[in-house]
T-cell receptor, first 115, second 111 residues
């Protein structure tokens, strides 16, 4: 069974902390994604990576960075957490075709609360 | 710019009633289109996808969707809703190596 695993289901962090969200996939997928989900806004792409050490900004990259040192692992970093980053964060992976025609597999999400 | 719109934020139906969730897309060419479902506290699961060919696509859990180029729509349907279908539904379009999501439609099912 294919799997995308996010390291935490729930996190509570303080304003100003550096926060790491980890994601691991076991499908040997080239592409990995971080989305943010907020009510009424759907899923918004923060960053994605199409290869090890490669990354591209999504629609809302401000305040975030990412790291992909190994193919199976994609980390989202909040450099200095703020209350407006309280949200559900979803990691996904897909195989790469360049045409957007492949299914994305999602983790269960990390609900982050910044206080 | 590519975009996906779901006009309905919330929909409530009675168990056993039919369901249609709307999705409109704005793409330059024929897009790759997907419907995902998210049950409470869970990640997203693919219901069905459209790439080309037959415009009526069958998916899992008894769902189907119809691609209508003239209306730029890809609406999701189910003939008889079950209480377990209560969830949030997302329409998405495939861009270069990534998906663009609509805002989602939350479905409530009354017994």
């Amino acid at each position: 069974d294919v799997k995308v695993t996010q390291s935490s289901r729930y996190l509570v962090k303080r304003t100003g902390e550096k926060v790491f969200l980890e994601c691991v996939q076991d499908m040997d997928h080239e592409n990995m994604f971080w989305y943010r989900q907020d009510p009424g806004l759907g899923l918004r792409l923060i960053y994605f990576s199409y290869d090890v050490k490669m990354k591209e900004k999504g629609d809302i990259p401000e305040g975030y960075s990412v790291s992909r040192e190994k193919k199976e692992r994609f980390s989202l970093i909040l450099e200095s957490a703020s209350t407006n980053q309280t949200s559900m964060y979803l990691c996904a992976s897909s195989s790469a075709t360049g045409f957007g025609d492949t299914e994305a597999f999602f983790g269960q999400g990390t609900r982050l609360t910044v206080v | 710019a590519q975009s996906v719109t779901q006009p309905d934020i919330h929909i409530t139906v009675s168990e056993g009633a039919s369901l249609e969730l709307r999705c409109n897309y704005s793409y330059g060419a024929t897009p790759y289109l997907f419907w995902y479902v998210q049950s409470p506290g869970q990640g997203l699961q693919l219901l069905l996808k459209y790439f080309s060919g037959d415009t009526l696509v069958q998916g899992i859990k008894g769902f189907e969707a119809e691609f209508k180029r003239s209306q730029s729509s890809f609406n999701l349907r189910k003939p008889s809703v079950h209480w377990s279908d209560a969830a949030e539904y997302f329409c998405a379009g495939g861009g270069y190596n990534k998906l663009i999501f609509g805002a989602g439609t939350r479905l409530a099912v009354h017994p």
